[in-house]
């Protein structure tokens, strides 16, 4: 087990140095000049080579990208080209935000994703499952700006029960305000990964009922409840944990649109400006924050399977 | 299971926690919320460089004089008069005395030479702690600033630059010296000037608060508290403005004016904005534009009012010229320039003579979105369909805005689309850079005169403005030089948006400008 974690941890390194030539290239090979955008229409070429230099710009790219991974291995991320402060700052600031957001979808979207699927999967081929599958078909397919803005003009501008977007009252506000803003973001984040998360949970939990093991259990007379919660969930769990991380990671990244329908301040608003801007410390910073988490996530998914299933060790 | 449940229950609680802070105290009284499209980067006025975050840093600052509100005309501010050297070569400012920092420390001439000194000058020792771009370009002109007296200040000028009370106006905001010492790089987030509102505190992606300045020397303003918060969302900002939950938004999408106009509760704030938007032809890439008969028949060609009317749902001026009506006295009226009325007929026609009869293929390049692009793909869209009818087959082609600045100023296209805003009275930001011959664009030397104009009667009624004090023969050259960019047919100057903002009807005497939305001389219930 615990040659397996270090072994996973050791993977990380070659990962993330992958991971910051492709953000590096993509960024600097992009057409599009930080300076130039910076400077808009005063951007003389003398103005625009002066800026170049100063940013840092005018080295050749194999020597910036040195330079780069050079100061990240000493733990400095380098500086936004457009605020000037620390891309390590730039990206806790919002993280934290991110964080939050992404908790509470979760919080939503799997109790709920496993009740409807295990719920479809029982009343498979009656109307209710067809319903649900519309449900989750729906969930599934619609963008979810569009759920965003569905859920703010009826909760918000019809009923008047939460506010528009934020994260707090204009003026700032309490834990209860932050809670209370949460809730439309959270539910249009979640949608998506319920519907998906229903799906699987639906299909695995399906094959699981058909399983011997399942008919000994209900022939030994065991309650039905008892049945589908100890004995086929617990397995048809494990494809449903696998999504489940995926999503969080993914989200970890920033959930660019439901961010930016609710002008909630997270990582997804962050990295849109910062890729419009060509801002290149603050993506290749921000990319490589999200990238470790997201193998991190990843790992804990991964151990968590010899949790739920005993059959699973890691050697 | 359940154990999970609890810890990420946990952690849901501890983050929201972390989220929230309580409510400084004090922070009630009047107060106006104020949705803006994107979130703040700078707040340090002579480091500012987008638009966006004048709107977030300029109402607590002043410069030595100002833009009269709705108009580029020149007003005094933190002086109260000036006097220009006969040569042209320096400027007196007598400035406004009993006027203080929002730190409390006084404002006199030292100070403002000592604000305007750390821009401009390299050696000064608080220049390295920012980056000052317009120390070369737009102030570029300034020698030396000195307090000759406490309260008159002198600017010494390289050479006599005729649009300098322009770009002190918009580029020149005094800064206290003891704030730039004390917070050195930090500057950029903590704002302290002399302006009718004070910095309370930013924070990212979420607010900008102030306070008003209770000692503001054109007395203090009638709201207690100012926020802004960013609100990138078009659709999310109008549900916000109609829910109460803002006061204010700017990024008004004409499709929803109609619908704003009709709530009792709404009020809606038009003016002319500085910009416009227009297709350039490149007129060293395809043959057939090379051709003026080409070029006016384009022009003939295109529909703008439709575009304005139908597209945009009125929020714009139809363009004749570059300059928006808003640039008097040296925008150019129909009068005098050459005007291409909507005639398909005579673009046929003079197609024809061109030897086009059977009409040609281009592209039209164009961003899906940018700044001041209005609604880019819907105009280019019409425009294609006006070149259809008279034969010209148009091909759109659509970029992202970073990557299309590229292709601007290597003028790497056939047709493009795009805007220009005039951020301040004077027309020489755009005319020079556009018109000029020693701007044409290329990849060697990437600029903005991409249709490749040249005409030396331009080129030298162009360096002449930048040095005739005298406004009336400043008026003249540059009417003249609009006449001949008229003549020439190589751009389609399509329209100038309209400024759109709404507020809530309890926000009261608010005052248009072009650009920023001061909140000194509004009141609110």
């Not at chain 1, 729906?138 to 759920?147: E, T």
């Not at chain 2, 007129?283 to 080409?294: A, I, Q, S, Y």
């Not at chain 2, 425009?383 to 034969?391: C, E, K, M, S, T």
């Not at chain 2, 296209?413 to 701007?439: C, Q, R």
Request: charged letters at 20%.
């Amino acid at each position: 087990m615990r040659r397996y974690l270090i072994r996973r941890l050791l993977l990380l390194v070659p990962l993330l140095l992958g991971v910051s030539l492709v953000v590096f290239l993509i960024m600097h090979l992009s057409p599009g000049d930080p300076a130039v955008l910076m400077l808009g229409q005063d951007a003389t070429p003398a103005a625009v080579a002066k800026l170049r230099a100063e940013l840092g710009l005018a080295d050749p790219l194999p020597v910036q990208y040195v330079k780069w991974v050079g100061r990240i291995v000493r733990g400095d991320l380098g500086r936004s080209l457009w605020t000037s402060r620390p891309v390590f700052d730039e990206v806790l600031e919002r993280f934290l935000a991110t964080l939050l957001l992404t908790a509470a979808s979760v919080c939503i979207s799997v109790p709920f994703g496993i009740a409807l699927g295990v719920a479809g999967a029982v009343a498979r081929g009656t109307a209710l499952d067809a319903g649900l599958t519309l449900l989750t078909i729906a969930g599934i397919s619609l963008p979810v700006f569009w759920i965003g803005l569905v859920l703010m003009v009826t909760f918000s501008l019809h009923l008047g029960w939460f506010p528009a977007l934020g994260m707090t009252s204009p003026a700032g506000g309490t834990s209860a305000d932050v809670l209370y803003h949460l809730v439309l973001p959270a539910v249009t984040l979640a949608a998506p990964s319920l519907a998906i998360i229903a799906r699987i949970t639906r299909t695995s939990t399906v094959e699981a009922l058909a399983q011997d093991y399942v008919r000994t259990a209900f022939a030994k007379g065991l309650p039905g409840r008892r049945v589908m919660l100890k004995h086929a969930l617990n397995n048809g769990l494990i494809p449903v944990i696998t999504v489940v991380g995926l999503q969080v990671g993914q989200l970890l990244g920033g959930a660019v649109l439901t961010e930016t329908v609710f002008a909630w301040p997270g990582l997804g608003t962050l990295l849109v400006r910062g890729i419009l801007a060509r801002d290149f410390p603050l993506v290749q910073g921000a990319v490589l924050v999200v990238a470790t988490l997201f193998v991190l996530v990843n790992l804990l998914v991964d151990l968590s399977y010899a949790y739920i299933d005993p059959r699973v060790h890691h050697v | 299971m359940r154990q999970m449940w609890r810890v990420l229950g946990l952690i849901l609680l501890s983050l929201a926690v972390a989220a929230g802070a309580p409510l400084p105290a004090g922070a009630a009284g009047k107060t106006v919320v104020v949705g803006i499209t994107a979130d703040a980067v700078i707040l340090d006025p002579p480091q500012v460089l987008s638009a966006t975050d004048r709107k977030y840093a300029m109402n607590m600052f002043d410069g030595l004089v100002e833009q009269e509100l709705g108009s580029f005309k020149i007003a005094p501010a933190l002086a109260e008069r000036w006097e220009v050297a006969k040569d042209g070569h320096s400027y007196t400012f007598h400035l406004r005395k009993g006027v203080t920092f929002h730190d409390g420390t006084p404002f006199d001439a030292e100070a403002a030479a000592f604000s305007l000194d750390r821009v401009i000058n390299p050696e000064n020792p608080y220049n390295k702690f920012g980056r000052f771009i317009y120390a070369t370009t737009r102030l570029g002109q300034i020698k030396s600033v000195e307090a000759v007296d406490k309260y008159v200040l002198r600017i010494n000028l390289k050479a006599p630059y005729a649009p300098l009370l322009d770009y002190l106006a918009n580029d020149g905001h005094i800064v206290s010296p003891a704030a730039i010492k004390k917070h050195e790089k930090e500057i950029a987030a903590n704002p302290v000037g002399t302006g009718p509102f004070k910095f309370v505190r930013w924070e990212r992606g979420k607010r900008l608060v102030m306070e008003r300045n209770p000692n503001y020397w054109k007395g203090p303003s009638k709201i207690e508290q100012l926020i802004l918060v960013p609100m990138p969302e078009a659709q999310a900002r109008l549900i916000a403005l109609r829910t109460g939950q803002v006061d204010f938004i700017e990024g008004v999408p004409p499709d929803n004016l109609a619908d704003l106009k009709r709530d009792a509760n709404l009020a809606v704030a038009e003016g002319l904005s500085p910009q416009v938007w227009y297709v350039v032809m490149n007129t060293k890439r395809l043959k057939p534009l090379g051709d003026v008969r080409v070029r006016r028949a384009l022009n003939h060609a295109v529909n703008k009012e439709a575009i304005v009317k139908d597209v945009l749902k009125g929020t714009g001026t139809v363009a004749v010229g570059p300059l928006s009506p808003l640039l008097a006295p040296y925008a150019a009226s129909a009068r005098d320039v050459t005007v291409y009325e909507y005639d398909p007929e005579k673009a046929k026609k003079l197609l024809a003579e061109a030897g086009y009869a059977g009409g040609f293929d281009l592209t039209l390049s164009v961003p899906e979105s940018g700044t001041g692009m209005q609604s880019p793909l819907s105009m280019a869209t019409v425009i294609q369909a006006n070149l259809a009818a008279v034969g010209v087959r148009a091909k759109l082609q659509n970029y992202e805005w970073g990557a299309y600045q590229k292709v601007r100023r290597e003028g790497d296209f056939d047709m493009a689309a795009f805007s220009w805003t005039v951020g301040i009275g004077n027309p020489d930001i755009i005319l020079y850079a556009k018109f000029h011959s020693t701007e044409q664009a290329s990849a060697q030397h990437p600029s903005y005169n991409n249709s490749y104009f040249a005409d030396p009667e331009v080129d030298k009624a162009l360096e002449q403005t930048r040095i005739e004090l005298d406004e009336a023969k400043r008026v003249a050259l540059y009417k003249q030089v609009q006449k001949k960019i008229t003549d020439s047919a190589d751009h389609l100057w399509i329209d100038h948006e309209t400024t759109l903002v709404a507020m809530n009807k309890r926000i009261r005497n608010f005052k248009i400008h072009p650009q920023i939305h001061y909140f000194w001389s509004v009141d609110a219930n």
